[in-house]
């Protein structure tokens, strides 16, 4: 195998990654070689619990020869990472581990022509501990990139927050004619590359029926600015729309993103139509970065039940 690999870092060690990993190997055939970075001892662990069974292909962290990559076996860079239990709960002894396989992944991507990085979950409760809002901003300070943008991406129809992991009542000082200017922009370049496509665009406003009972409202000051502006320069783009309604059908098939003012005004919705099937893309950075749509699940650890979808259309999506 000679093609341009995949990298994928496992995440926090004590979720259900591993588990969906072992069943999308099982589940799909890949034109490209994955390079999976993580505790080979976990690995093994795990992967005996669970019942699976792969064989191993230990590679170097630096150096690789692609020609030497088998997806028959795991493609393996082993981190080292001391643990107790096979099955244990999630805490901040993970962190080191976490932040090594990154900066792995991150050399191998600067230095080598890769397919894209996945990453599996990560907690932000302990890994990111309040110094940054997620993983993508974890990304964007490590490859000192200014612009980003998350992608909720589906074949049919993408949401995509201007603001991330926010609490309610910070979501507003980060909304800005720029903000949502330079989104938009992201989003377009990618579908073009990707799909030699224009996206048709709604951006949904951030007071319920895109108005409110003071002066000088969002939707007035910024968002109706960025949208006309955005026009001008020809951009699809149509809105404010009320986030109630732009998830109805009639609406639905008119746009291919829905982009919202914060988190959850689009991702409760979006996966309450596709379930975990969505796939979390970041765009702007100097790679394609994706992540399974899903979290740890810290309950579901151990059990055997959880879901691949997600993780084997991030791997397809890679794999075009």
């Known amino acids: 195998m000679n093609k341009k690999p995949i990298i994928v870092v496992s995440g926090e060690p004590y979720s259900i990654f591993f588990e969906i990993f072992f069943k999308s190997k099982k589940k799909i055939n890949l034109k490209r070689p994955i390079i999976l970075i993580g505790s080979k001892k976990l690995l093994i662990k795990q992967m005996f619990k669970l019942k699976f069974n ?4 230990l590679i170097p962290k ?12 795991i493609n393996l860079i082993d981190v080292n990472f001391k643990f ?12 080191s581990y976490i ?3 990154f900066e792995i992944a991150l050399k191998i991507l600067q230095k080598e022509k890769c397919a894209g990085l996945i990453n599996g979950p990560i907690s932000k409760k302990y890994f990111l501990k309040g110094k940054t809002l997620g993983v993508t901003e974890y990304l964007l300070k490590k490859t000192k990139v200014e612009n980003v943008a998350m992608l909720i991406f589906g074949n049919d ?12 009542k910070n979501v507003h000082k980060y909304i800005s004619k720029k903000n949502i200017y330079q989104h938009v922009k992201l989003i377009t370049e990618f579908y073009k590359v990707k799909f030699n496509k224009k996206p048709k665009i709604a951006i949904t406003g951030l007071n319920p029926h895109c108005e409110s009972n003071f002066k000088d409202c969002e939707e007035d000051r910024i968002i109706i600015p960025a949208i006309k502006k955005l026009k001008t320069q020809n951009f699809t783009v149509e809105g404010p729309f009320p986030a109630d309604t732009i998830f109805i059908k009639e609406n639905l098939k008119k746009f291919d993103v829905i982009v919202g003012m914060y988190h959850d005004q689009v991702l409760a919705p979006m996966k309450s139509l596709l379930g975990f099937n969505a796939i979390n893309i970041t765009l702007g ?33 890679l794999d075009k």
Do not use: C, E, W
Request: proline letters at 7%; glycine letters at 4%; hydrophobic letters at 35%.
């Open 54 to 57: 792969f064989g191993i292909n």
């Open 99 to 101: 932040n090594k396989s």
């Open 157 to 168: 129809l993408s949401v995509s927050p201007i603001t991330t992991h926010l609490a309610l």
């Open 62 to 73: 630096v150096n690789i020869d692609f020609d030497l990559l088998d997806n028959k076996k």
């Open 285 to 317: 950075l100097p790679f394609v970065r994706i992540s399974p749509d899903h979290g740890p699940n810290y309950k579901m650890l151990g059990k055997n039940l959880s879901n691949p979808q997600s993780l084997i259309n991030a791997l397809k999506f």
């Open 84 to 95: 107790k239990k096979t099955f244990d709960k999630i805490t901040t002894k993970s962190n």
